[in-house]
């Protein structure tokens, strides 16, 4: 707001120099045509350069409105300058503002009074000598056109100027759309990446601090392993807040890093750490070789919500999982799962199934979810196995 006030008071303050300086000009036109007067014209009475100078002094203080009542300004002068000579330096002034910062439609009529002018006032003041009158009237009219010529070309030097100026303002304004879209999409990636791993974790947790608190006639060698699944998935939780904590910091998402070879093996480790925590889990995964990073690292991330949304809402019921892909019919994961409570919703705060059938859709894949007929809650997901 302040840069805007400051750039709209030097405009003001350049208009203003620039209005003292046509009054300036002005006034040596008309100090020129005092010091060196023309011939008077035949209608010249006794109180003709009275009416001239008062006239002059009048046109000269006249150019400081010449912005706001350009036109009005220059039809007066110009029709003046035909019985009182000594407008017609302060007309031509005139004329350069109507054509400098008019449209051109009034410009063009105020040049063809300005072109009928000049022969006017040769004609209306001292007679010339036969022939002479052309010589006279052909260079008030070049000087006209000049003028208009000049003023034309000002006015189009000073649109392009601003259009320029807003073409680099509307840059700048889709520059910055596109650097807070980038941001609102990280933001949306690094939510996304917090939910997937930390959600995970967090519901290992839970399943086996709940698993310790209700068996507890369980033999000590039990409880110690539970404890110390218990223990490592804390571990993991705080490794994986400290991976994505330093994807902010760093300005990117965190990623899950895996290769064309260790797809299988990740998603098997993933089934088996809910089966330590005490999640029922069947799990038949078979994976053709060479699955692309960025397909398996989605795969990975899917398996990981279908086990998290099943802890939530149905823990402690059998999750079936079949994984199966190869080059031909691209990559299909099916979970199935008694129907628990508010499957799919609940506190993944719109990242669970929904955020993941997002991500899906972006990697050209699909994710259904619903009832079945046998009355439990299934999960389908497809994925190319090369990515478009």
Request: aromatic fraction near 6%; proline fraction near 4%; include cysteine.
């Amino acid at each position: 707001m302040g840069d805007e006030t400051f750039d709209k008071s030097c405009r003001e303050t350049r208009q203003r120099w620039l209005d003292a300086g046509a009054m300036a000009i002005a006034a040596l036109m008309v100090t020129v045509w005092v010091i060196d007067p023309e011939p008077e014209p035949k209608y010249a009475g006794p109180g003709y350069y009275i009416v001239s100078y008062t006239v002059g002094v009048l046109s000269i203080i006249a150019q400081w409105w010449r912005r706001k009542y350009g036109i009005i300004l220059a039809i007066t002068l110009i029709v003046g300058s035909i019985v009182l000579p000594i407008l017609s330096g302060p007309s031509l002034i005139a004329l350069f503002s109507v054509a400098s910062h008019r449209r051109l439609v009034p410009t063009l009529w105020i040049t063809v009074l300005a072109l009928i002018s000049a022969p006017m006032q040769i004609l209306v003041g001292t007679p010339l000598a036969k022939g002479d009158f052309w010589k006279a009237a052909i260079p008030l009219g070049l000087g006209s056109l000049l003028v208009v010529g000049w003023g034309m070309a000002m006015r189009s030097r000073r649109e392009v100027v601003r259009a320029l100026g807003e073409r680099a303002e509307q840059l700048a304004r889709e520059r910055d759309l596109v650097a807070d879209w980038a941001r609102r999409v990280e933001r949306e990636e690094i939510a996304r990446d917090m939910h997937d791993s930390l959600a995970h974790r967090l519901s290992l947790i839970s399943m086996s601090a709940g698993a310790l608190s209700f068996r507890r006639d369980q033999i000590p060698s039990d409880l110690a392993e539970l404890a110390a699944t218990l223990q490592k998935n804390s571990n993991d939780a705080l490794a994986e807040l400290r991976t994505v904590v330093g994807g902010v910091r760093l300005g990117r998402a965190a990623e899950v890093r895996i290769d064309r070879d260790s797809a299988r093996a990740s998603i098997l480790e993933l089934v088996e750490e809910s089966r330590a925590s005490g999640q029922d889990v069947e799990a038949e995964v078979s994976l053709a070789p060479g699955l692309p990073p960025n397909i398996a690292r989605i795969a990975y991330r899917a398996v990981q919500e279908l086990l998290t949304n099943a802890r939530k809402h149905s823990s402690d019921r059998l999750l079936t999982l079949v994984i199966a892909g190869n080059t031909e019919s691209g990559l299909s994961i099916r979970s199935t799962n008694a129907v628990g409570t508010d499957n799919g919703r609940g506190s993944s705060g719109g990242f669970g199934l929904m955020g993941m059938a997002e991500r899906i859709k972006v990697h050209d894949g699909w994710l259904t979810a619903g009832r079945t007929v046998a009355d439990k809650f299934e999960v389908e997901v497809w994925l190319p196995w090369e990515e478009k």
